[in-house]
């Protein structure tokens, strides 16, 4: 099983920073296979990134992801309000699909 | 517009059967492509996918509950079921149901707000 490490465990940031979020692999699961998501409390999760750098319907351009082999990241270029929350990872290139434990986008 | 919604008991007691019901619209587990997952996130820990239903009736489970998990679906092509025998205080989790489409990839591209259930007497 492909074991998702994020990094930082919470980041502290203002309003108009940048955030950067890693995700490493354990192992090479196929650079294309890589998704991350938003998670506000009491809601459903929301599909921000798949295949590594795209974005899903909907999703503002100040997200974007990339990386290859075992390193992606997921960068917030310009914090909103609304994007306080927790992110998390996910790979679908080997069997089973793991996730990460998340990143936790606080404001500071 | 596509919505989930995830019902069933907040609380169980060991040895119990776990049902959780997925209810879904704006897409039908008929179409061609469609799968309906379910994930679990205990708390403090990483989510983890439990199993899939697909458009053509295979189902996938993972390895680790393969004896005691089992999804099914209605005949309405608008409702996915997880029943999970000998409920136990380690399956205490938030469960969501959540969508993949087989042609595009397994990544989850609609969530429900996922269902508290504690395992407990």
Redo the contacts between chains.
Sequence with gaps: EIVLTQSPGTVSLSPGERATLHCRASRSFGTTYLAWYQHRPGQAPRLLIHGTTSRAPGIPDRFSGSGSGTDFTLTISRLEPEDFAMYFCQQYGNSPRTFGQGTRVDIK | QVT?RESGPALVRPTETLTLTCTFSGFSLKSTGMCVNW?RQPPG?????LGRIDWDGAKYY??SLKSRLSLSTDTSGTQVVLTMINMDPADTATY?C?RTHALV??????????AQVAVSS
């Design positions: 989930m994930v820990k990483a989510l983890e996918w993972t390895t969501f959540a990839g397994d990544f989850f591209d609609y969530w429900g707000q996922g």
